[in-house]
């Protein structure tokens, strides 16, 4: 059993700022990929941020210069700090992991946390 568990939303003015949190726990073999997705209402679920396995960042237009990953592979973890956050901002943000678990095949699939609210309005 692999899980991700999420921390740091809430409400905040334009212009400021939030760090999201995510810890990949369980019976963890690999991880192959982590990253942060969102969803806004009446939209699809698109890709906010990702880090490679050589810890490069890759970054949606939309946010790009504002946010940054951040991914600790010594405790398995992965932040997402934002920074002049805009009203278009507001959604669901997801934690993302494409993991293997131990004593099972060699087989990644994608884990997701349960989603944390972001609000940006005054």
């Known amino acids: 059993q692999v899980q991700l568990v999420e921390s740091g939303g809430g409400l905040v003015q334009p212009g400021g700022s939030l760090r999201l949190s995510c810890a990949a726990s369980?019976?963890?073999?690999?991880?192959?990929?982590m990253g942060w997705y969102r969803q806004a209402p009446g939209k699809q679920r698109e890709l906010v941020a990702q880090?490679?396995?050589?810890?490069?960042?890759n970054y949606a237009d939309s946010v790009q210069g504002r946010f940054t990953i951040v991914r600790d592979y010594a405790k398995n973890m992965v932040d997402l700090q934002m920074n002049s956050l805009k009203p278009d901002d507001t959604a669901v943000y997801y934690c993302?992991?494409?993991?293997?678990?131990?004593?099972?095949?060699?087989?990644?699939?994608?884990?997701w946390g349960q989603g944390t609210q972001v609000t940006v309005s005054s």
């Open positions: 369980g019976s963890i073999f690999a991880i192959n990929a």
């Open positions: 880090i490679t396995s050589g810890g490069s960042g």
């Open positions: 993302y992991a494409k993991m293997s678990q131990r004593g099972a095949p060699l087989i990644f699939r994608d884990n």
